[in-house]
């Protein structure tokens, strides 16, 4: 990324290109009866160690019924966090990407956080780099500094506010009655949605998901031609002109309960395909679509699937049990600096009668 002394100019490209997108990894094939007897394995490993596993949507399906089947949760990135704060369980296992084990670290500072790879991580996370970050901020002190869940901790300590995806309209909505303009990162994707909805003024930090960016306006007008009966599903981490042909706009806890509530029985969905193992449980009937991506026959890097959630396994969740290591670790002043703008959020949440479901990525 470019970076001069006085001022810093910082482009999509050059964001995404300082990105290195890891391969899909290739766990290795395990038959039926090997692979529930790594489940009892872990089961038992989890009861030994008072430990709770907690999963994203994204994640494989095994995983997520293992946390289903032990009393962990599957969940989005903030309910996933917040799980944490209610359980006697002394560690907590994360199953999904980093800013999701430090942000459990960050409401959970008593309890051990591991993750089963700490290398994976989120192209926002990357894209958005705490030093780079808090020297744009300085360059613009009259704004109010807004970030996404899908940041580190450094950068959130920066922050004057945390959001997810389910409650972003409603807080910029107020800050923007409140007069006052938004530093908004590192999605610039879903940044342009919420300028449009609510008509604040802006700045908007060039990052992406790499995994949402890929979903393809055209090929999707091509597949709603062939299933006009379907709804589309799409999460605002899409391009603008994936988003403008939702019928839904939605973070993954909304998309979910979407596929259960809405009349249809067939739903394009433009989010990461792992949420499928989820929607096909609260609606089994319903037929789900994955939304078209770059990699009809082209390359593509995630194929609507997010290839550092991949990086979770039962292999290396069972391994991560044994060894205990990979744990999350926060400095304690940036900590607390992070904790401030998530407790800040979730007081707005109360205050506007925004219950339950904060939901994220
Ligand atoms: S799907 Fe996108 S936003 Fe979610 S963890 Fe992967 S790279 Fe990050």
Known sequence: ???STNSIKISADAIRNSIKVPKHPVWPELSGEEKAELKERIKLLLKEQ???LVAHYYTDGDLQALAEETGGCVADSLEMARFGTSTHAETIIVCGVRFMGETSKILNPEKRVLMPDLDATCSLDVGCPADLFSQYCDEHPDHTVVVYANTSAAVKARADWMVTSGIALPIVSHLRERGEKVLWAPDRHLGKYIEKVTGTDMLLWPGSCVVHEEFKSVALERIRRLHPDAAVLVHPESPEHVIDQADVVGSTTQL????????Q???IVA?????FWKMQQVAPHKTLISAPTAGEGATCESCAHCPWMAM???QNLEQVLINGDNEIHIDEAIRQKALIPIERMLVFAEEHGISGKYTGD
């Open 1 to 3: 990324m470019r970076m």
């Open 50 to 52: 008072n430990a709770v």
């Open 256 to 263: 979910i309960k979407a596929v259960s509530e809405m009349e």
């Open 265 to 267: 029985d067939k739903f």
């Open 271 to 275: 989010t990461d395909d792992g949420i």
């Open 312 to 314: 979770n396994s039962l």
